[in-house]
């Protein structure tokens, strides 16, 4: 059998290592812990790889960790692939696998798990007992390390780096970030136990830290940005690539713009798939990743290429043999089915497929079923309609876009059948994937495009933009190393998001890691079984977050002094002026405000009833009435009065008319230049002698003036007509705005220069002295090193305690089956299991309740034909009827003595999960802690159907799930029923049951 020999990274590496890949296997080869900050696929890998590699050279052990399961199956089968390579026998038992239910050579000198699993490792709980242990483990990689800043899982990879043995080196591989040094300090400061005063200071015992940080913005393949329009595809940034290109920005004026009146583009104008794929094939740009922020448009995206097919004839041909392994080798009893419904009719393609599935390696076999598929397509399809059909793997919706080398990735789709389309994608075979953001998270699927079709997304929050790490992250995957000269980001034109937007993105420097850092029961009870109160604190004080927040004391520091300065400007400004003062002439402001604005109201509603009125006395005008004109050609301030002398020819339908005003001149009247009829009018005697001027001289807007015949009858107009006179209410409303402003102009503050201004200081002052409080607090906290999250661990203490799962400080029996679990609230779990509700149900009903308790609240349009058995729904919902019948059933002679077995019966009755579930959130409510506690019964019939033997398609027919979603429901129950067995003081009978029930759920495609 070969070894592996202690090598130098050039005998190990194929390819010449990059500066930084050197720097940090420098680092490891000095025993030194080592934090890797790289761009995405620029080769972090390599730098775990190295570990691995020196390990088992020395006879040592590797765990490697990684934030999901998904991504750990795919190292398992890397790591095994390239041990192969390196000529290692039996290379396949040198890497194992932990992931929640799944084990596989645990005690191999390579344990690739999930983060959570080393965590618990760590607690030294049963549930961390996972065949394996710390012994000999030299390094533990943690891959993608920036999931410390993810609010879900970030907890763990801080509980990860606090609790690991400062004798096992840390490698943490990271793509781009803002704080790198942060977080390396941090983890120096969590392994040394030296403060970060003493860090800073370079005080430490040894000369080097434990932990060095190897940053490189070396990207391999130098990414280039493009804009896709319905007009092409353009280059996204300027030349000197240091903003937007101009010519993206809309030009002023275009309604259909965001800088135009309507503010947002059609969804029409927009371009869609199809249109953006061709502009991808004219450029050569294939293939692709096509990130579609949804499930439902990743699905449509695929069906709109209906026409389009991507591949060569002989990449076709592949993809169907390595399609017809794929199912046949995945489903054994599919053959046999296969030939007992389509050897009648397809007779010569079934005994070509057969016997291709007989030699799979066989040239002549492989051609011939090649040659049959080609020479009858219709039976092709017909073929492949059947195995989509027949097959609980795929539906023909996406097995046909795969034969054009269309696919598409996302958590609806069965595990297996996205490792099928990332194994395609890897090969060259797929061209483009419709896939959602979870490619991001470190899938090995190097493409030399990714399309990002939209820059925000939905989130627990609503619709955000994508911050600049994601976009990075979604980005990084474009160019592929050794194959490509640069990659290619196309950002896609939408209704909400432009050229500008994207460009910020593209240009944006990645943001820093957050911290997340929360405790939960598991953590509170599994620390308080080894370590007392003081402890405890000392441990939650080592967290990121508290790092991070000592590390803000100095700007805190300097942000305090910063604002006592402006505090100090104010008080001089507003020196010698009362508080009492100015709160009264605000006042006073704000109900001037107020009357005025009750008057404007007024003011319109009699423009309304005027306008109203004087539309039905247009109808009647004759020579001889006074009017009062203002409006469109008679400007203004008051109405001025006017007598009408002759009717002028209309214009547009509208009369018009010649009038002589109390100004003496004469004027042409048009409709809108009518302000109101008063009453009272001129005798003909008066005015029937007046000759106007000609109608050529006279136009609207263009007085005449008149002689001194017309200014007798001008000034004698006035007494004639009556005038206009406001409502009462505009008065009594007006009288009002003139008290209030009376009394301003009296207030102590109108002798000052600008009180407006003062006011304005005086908020200013009131907010900056808020401030100042918030950061005094703030900083005399940092200073007392309370711990940033002490109060809310010590609510969860009154909630234990409260609920019977602590004693004092000392986990009582409930407390230890909770500190033994693992899941989003484990006191819930443990009150529940410990309850002896599910004791006697069958394994299957076990999975069903158990499914009940980690299903988080579906869609309000999901649905499942499949309703649980009476006996699960009076475990989770028991009346005193039907749960003590079932009781008695079940126990019809106990062996407990009388007045046991009624205590027992009593307290099963008045046990009811509902209520205790309303107790502990309640007791939560209190608290302001918000951990969920799931109990949601709708698809526990499901979950029954299936441990019961359903077959997977008859299953899928009958519920409105996706079948990755049915996954990962079968899934999580399968985890928390592998757990039961595990946990003490629980039913013999419960944790034989849940083991039988993961062996009636853990069969394919599970």
Request: with cysteine; hydrophobic share 40%; net charge neutral.
């Amino acid at each position: 059998m070969k070894t592996l020999a202690y090598a130098s990274p050039a005998d190990l590496f194929t390819f010449p290592l990059d500066d930084f890949q050197q720097e940090a296997i420098a680092a490891l080869d000095q025993d030194q812990s080592v934090v890797v900050c790289a761009p995405t696929g620029s080769g972090k890998t390599v730098v775990g790889e190295y570990a691995i590699y020196r390990a088992i050279a020395r006879g040592k052990r590797v765990f490697y960790t990684t934030p999901l399961k998904a991504l750990s199956n795919q190292k398992i089968r890397d790591f095994q692939e390239k041990l192969e390579k390196l000529g290692l026998e039996n290379a396949a038992q040198l890497v194992g696998l932990i992931t929640g239910d799944t084990v596989i050579n645990a005690d191999a000198p390579v344990v690739v798990m999930t983060t959570e699993i080393f965590r618990n490792m760590l607690y030294e709980t049963p549930i961390g007992e996972v065949g394996t242990s710390l012994e000999d483990v030299e390094t533990v990689v943690f891959d993608e390390v920036h999931y410390i800043s993810d609010r879900g899982r970030g907890t763990v990879w801080e509980e990860s780096i606090i609790y690991c043995p400062s004798t096992i080196q840390l490698v943490g591989l990271s793509a781009t970030i803002g704080n790198p040094e942060q977080l390396t300090e941090w983890i120096n400061q969590v392994r040394t136990g030296v403060s970060l005063k003493v860090l800073r200071q370079g005080e430490q015992h040894n000369d080097s830290p434990p932990c060095v940080l190897v940053n490189s913005d070396f990207r391999p393949v130098p990414l280039t940005f493009h804009y896709s329009t319905r007009k092409g595809l353009f280059p996204l940034l300027n030349e000197k690539k240091t903003g937007v290109n101009a010519r993206l920005l809309p030009k002023a004026g275009n309604k259909n713009t965001r800088s135009g009146k309507n503010r947002r583009m059609r969804r029409e104008d927009c371009p869609y798939p199809l249109l953006v794929m061709q502009q991808l094939q004219e450029r050569n740009l294939l293939p692709v990743i096509y990130v579609i922020f949804s499930r439902r448009g990743c699905e449509q995206a695929a069906q709109s290429l209906e026409d389009l097919s991507l591949v060569e004839p002989a990449e076709q041909e592949s993809i169907q043999l390595q399609l017809l392994d794929f199912f046949f080798g995945k489903n054994p009893l599919l053959r046999q089915k296969l030939e007992r419904d389509l050897a009648d009719g397809l007779p010569d393609m079934v005994q070509a497929v057969i016997a291709y599935l007989d030699y799979p390696q066989g040239r002549e076999a492989s051609q011939k079923l090649l040659t049959a598929l080609a020479i009858d397509p219709e039976g092709m399809f017909k073929l492949w309609g059947w195995i989509a059909q027949s097959s609980p793997m795929t539906r023909l919706e996406q097995i046909e876009p795969l034969l054009r080398g269309i696919a598409v990735h996302h958590a609806g789709v069965l595990p297996d059948m996205k490792t099928l389309v990332e194994k395609l994608f890897e090969q060259g075979l797929i061209k483009v994937v419709f896939a959602t953001a979870t490619l991001s998270a470190g899938i090995n699927m190097p493409a030399r495009t990714t399309v990002i079709s939209a820059l925000s997304k939905r989130t627990n929050e609503g619709h955000a933009m994508l911050s600049p790490s994601e976009f990075l992250q979604i980005a990084g995957r474009a160019g592929r190393r050794g194959m490509d000269i640069e990659g290619h980001v196309i950002t896609v034109q939408t209704p909400f998001e432009g050229a500008k937007e994207a460009s910020y993105l593209a240009l944006a420097e990645a943001e820093p890691l957050k911290s997340w850092f929360t405790p939960s029961y598991g953590m509170v009870l599994n620390l308080l079984q080894k370590h007392d109160l003081e402890e405890v604190k000392s441990l939650l004080e080592r967290s990121f977050a508290e790092y991070l927040a000592q590390f803000a004391l100095e700007p805190t520091k300097v942000a305090i002094a910063e604002t006592v300065k402006k505090l100090s400007q104010l008080d001089i400004k507003l020196a010698g002026i009362g508080e009492k003062d100015l709160r009264s002439y605000e006042k006073f402001r704000g109900r001037l405000r107020e009357e005025q604005r009750l008057l404007k109201i007024l003011e319109q509603q009699a423009e309304k009833e005027r306008k109203q009125q004087l539309k039905d006395q247009l109808k009647t005008l004759t020579p001889g009435q006074l009017l009062y004109l203002k409006g469109r050609h008679v400007k203004t301030h008051q109405p001025r009065l006017a007598i009408i002398v002759a009717p002028l020819a209309p214009a547009h339908n509208l009369p018009q008319w010649c009038c002589l005003a109390d100004d003496n001149r004469w004027y042409h009247v048009t409709v809108g230049d009518i302000y109101a009829v008063p009453m009272g009018n001129l005798s003909p005697a008066q005015w029937q002698n007046l000759t106007p001027p000609p109608a050529e001289l006279l136009a609207p807007g263009k007085p005449v003036k008149g002689d001194e015949e017309t200014l007798a009858i001008a000034e004698g107009l006035d007494p004639q007509a009556y005038p206009l006179a406001p409502s009462p209410e505009l008065v009594e409303q007006q009288a009002r705005v003139d008290h209030v402003e009376t009394l301003l102009a009296v207030h102590p503050l109108a002798s000052q220069k600008h009180p407006g201004k003062l006011l304005e200081q005086f908020h200013q002052r009131q907010e900056l002295r808020k401030t100042l409080s918030k950061r005094q607090q703030e900083y005399d906290r940092l200073q007392s090193r309370q711990s940033y999250y002490w109060q809310e661990f010590l609510d969860l203490i009154d909630i234990l305690q409260e609920m019977e799962a602590l004693e004092e400080y000392t986990p009582t029996l409930l407390g230890e089956v909770a500190a033994t679990l693992r899941g989003e609230n484990e006191l819930w779990l443990g009150l529940a299991l410990i309850s002896g509700k599910f004791n006697d149900l069958e394994p299957e009903q076990l999975a069903a309740a158990a499914s009940a308790l980690i299903t988080e609240t579906p869609r309000s349009d999901a649905w499942t034909d499949f309703k649980p058995s009476p006996a699960v729904l009076a475990a989770l919902r028991p009346s005193d009827d039907l749960f003590g019948l079932l009781f008695c059933f079940k126990h019809p002679q106990p062996t407990l003595s009388l007045w046991q077995a009624m205590t027992v019966a009593d307290h099963l009755q008045r046990l009811n999960l509902w209520d205790l579930r309303r107790k502990l959130i309640k007791a939560q409510n209190q608290r302001a802690i918000a951990i969920p506690l799931w109990l949601e019964v709708d698809f526990m019939g499901l979950v029954e159907q299936w441990a019961l033997g359903m077959e997977w398609e008859n299953l899928c027919r009958q519920t409105s799930l996706d079948e990755g979603d049915l996954v990962r429901l079968f899934r999580r129950t399968v985890d928390l029923l592998w757990q039961i067995p595990q946990v003490p003081h629980l039913s013999p009978r419960l944790k034989r049951n849940a083991r039988i029930a993961v062996r009636q759920m853990k069969r394919f495609p599970l």
